[in-house]
C-alpha cells in the first residue's frame, strides 16, 4: 500500500467567485483536499504561513505579488517531514499563474527525492498555468506526475473529476 499525504495552502476569507467577490469560510482548495482525504483516507497537512494573509481580497492580491516579486519564502506556522510517504499530492490555488508562496517555502522545507508528487490546483480560469514547472525546479529528483485544474467555484460539486482523476493516477 502507497503512504499517501495530501498537503494543502487555502485562502479563507474574502475570494473572487465567478465574477464577483465574496467571503468564504472555507477555502476552495481545503474542500477539494478534504474530499481526496475522504475518498483515499490519506493523510493531511495543511501549509499555512506564520502570520495570515489579509482577508480583504485586493489587500491579499497585493501582498502575493510582493512576495512572488521577492521570490519570498516566508516563515510557515508548522513544518512537515515527508519522508514516511511515498505520495505527496499537493493542493494550491493559482496566485499570479504559479504557487502562494508559503507552497515554496514548505516543498524547500523537506525532502522530496524519489517522491511522486501530484500537482492539485485550483484557479478561476488560468489552470495550472507555471506551477508545475516550478514544483520540478524546486523538487529536481521527485517525480512530478499529471496534475488537476478545478475550478474554485465548483469545488463542492468536483468528486467525480477528483475521483476520475485519483484512479487514473492509481491512487484510488
Ligand atoms: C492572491 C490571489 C491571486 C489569484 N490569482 C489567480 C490567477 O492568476 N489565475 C486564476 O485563475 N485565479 C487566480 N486566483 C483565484 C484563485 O486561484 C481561486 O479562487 C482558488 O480556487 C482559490 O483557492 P482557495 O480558496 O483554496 O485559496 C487568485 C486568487 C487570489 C486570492
Known sequence: MKKI???????????????????????????????????????????KRAEPYPEKYTDCVKESREELKADARPKLSEYKDVSGYDVVILGYPNWCGT????????????NFDGKKIFPL????GSGLARSVDDIKKLCPNADVCEGLSVKGSQAKESDDTVREWLKKSALL
Open 5 to 47: 499525504l495530501t498537503a494543502y495552502f487555502s485562502h479563507s476569507g474574502e475570494n473572487y467567485f465567478s465574477g464577483k467577490i465574496i467571503k468564504i469560510e472555507e477555502g476552495n482548495t481545503a474542500i477539494v483536499a478534504k474530499k481526496i482525504a475522504a475518498m483515499t483516507g490519506c493523510d493531511l497537512f495543511e501549509i
Open 99 to 110: 504557487m502562494p508562496m508559503p507552497v515554496f517555502a514548505f516543498l524547500e522545507s523537506t
Open 121 to 124: 490546483c485550483t484557479n478561476e
